[in-house]
């Protein structure tokens, strides 16, 4: 009972250190992004974005350096400190006009520090519960929590100054306080040998790793562009509500992969129907805002029930020392797909051409979605390889 009891503790603080910071990085990150926007257009907004996630895919491989080295207690507070200074460092850059190159090194390093912490706290709550419900709990927490901050941001000044400036900064950097505090009772130890697997040297199988890329590439660009997108299509008032429904689909996640995993059906069949689900709701996007409300509700529900969803194969597929690690190449394949994603999205088409887009994706992901169906279930299929086998 007493260790119910601290195992809820232990959980719940993580959930809230977890908050504090998402809520503080989707704030600052939001207005770093529309300044980026009023300054250079969607292609200076999509290039921090695909600096961003390309941030995240460097990630991985510094999180397995670094989990060989440092303990939990030493990576989460090691990266909460460097994140820290380069939060302030990257929007006081753009505040002061300088090239967009160097803001997207900047943004580039502090994503990499950002997400090495994050793999650190995604393999603490695993070190607890390592269950798919906790965390999916935990990502479904983390996407509303960023949803609201990207909320609260779209509601500031276009030009904040003053007040308003020192309150943005204070909250994007100091919320990462309480994930330095709650370094303190990290479970996590250094990876003190080398485990390979068939695959290679990673503790998860590449070819998850790389259904995972696949789905985010298809899939993810208009969401993960939601704030730029719904500001050229509707106007900057439309982000806030955007945000909100994000949020609501967030917190039905959980119950969606309840209700999915009881049909049983393969890994990257689910994921494929996450993809549709992110997808569906852009392709009316442009011709009212309300149906962009209605694309991120969906794209909140999907994207964080993808996450949890991939995030508990991986852990439960892991070495127990090597759940950071695999943790972060998950992470990192999920922003490969994405990065590629942003960064194509505003070359193909314009804002307006957006339901073209996400209707041949849609399409991609249904057919792909139909052949892994068929791949898995049909009894003929079976029946044929075992003749030929």
């Not at 990150?29 to 895919?57: D, I, K, Q």
């Not at 491989?61 to 507070?77: A, D, E, F, I, K």
């Not at 909140?300 to 943790?327: C, H, I, N, R, Y």
Request: aromatic share 6%.
């Amino acid at each position: 009972m007493n260790g119910g009891r601290h195992r809820a503790g232990r959980l719940r603080e993580l959930l809230i250190s977890g908050v504090a910071d998402s809520f503080g990085m989707a704030l600052g990150w939001t207005v770093l992004v529309l300044l980026a926007l009023s300054r250079g257009g969607l292609a200076e907004a999509a290039l921090y974005n695909a600096a961003m996630l390309l941030g995240v895919v460097l990630s991985a491989p510094v999180t397995g350096w670094l989990t060989h080295r440092y303990s939990g207690r030493h990576l989460l507070r090691g990266a909460a400190g460097i994140e820290m200074l380069l939060r302030v460092g990257a929007l006081a850059g753009l505040l002061a006009g300088l090239p967009s190159g160097l803001i997207a090194v900047a943004v580039v390093l502090m994503h990499i520090a950002a997400w090495v912490g994050f793999a650190a706290m995604r393999a603490e709550v695993a070190a607890v519960d390592a269950g798919p419900r906790s965390m999916t709990r935990y990502a479904l927490a983390i996407a509303a929590v960023e949803a609201a901050g990207t909320g609260v941001a779209a509601l500031l000044p276009n030009s904040p100054t003053g007040g308003t400036l020192i309150a943005i900064y204070l909250v994007y950097a100091g919320s990462l306080l309480p994930t330095i505090r709650s370094a303190r009772r990290a479970r996590t130890a250094p990876r003190r040998t080398r485990r390979r697997t068939r695959g290679g040297s990673l503790a998860v199988s590449p070819r998850l790793l790389a259904a995972g890329g696949v789905v985010m590439l298809v899939a993810s660009g208009p969401t993960l562009l939601a704030v730029p997108l719904t500001t050229e299509l509707h106007g900057r008032h439309w982000v806030a509500g955007a945000a909100v429904a994000f949020s609501l689909g967030c917190l039905l996640a959980t119950v969606a992969v309840h209700a999915i995993g009881t049909m049983r059906l393969p890994a990257v069949l689910r994921w494929s129907l996450w993809g549709l689900g992110m997808l569906v709701g852009w392709i009316t996007a442009p011709y009212h805002a309300i149906s962009v409300i209605a694309a991120q509700f969906l794209a909140g529900l999907s994207q964080t029930a993808f996450e949890g969803d991939m995030d508990a194969q991986v852990a439960a597929k892991a070495p127990p020392d090597a759940v950071t690690t695999a943790l972060a190449y998950s992470a990192s394949s999920r922003a490969l797909g994405g990065s590629i994603a942003v960064k194509l999205l505003p070359v193909m088409v314009l804002a307006q051409g957006i339901d073209k887009a996400v209707s041949t994706m849609s399409l991609l992901l249904g057919v792909a979605a139909l052949l892994l169906w068929a791949l898995t279930s049909m009894p003929w299929i079976h029946r044929g390889r075992v003749a030929t086998g």
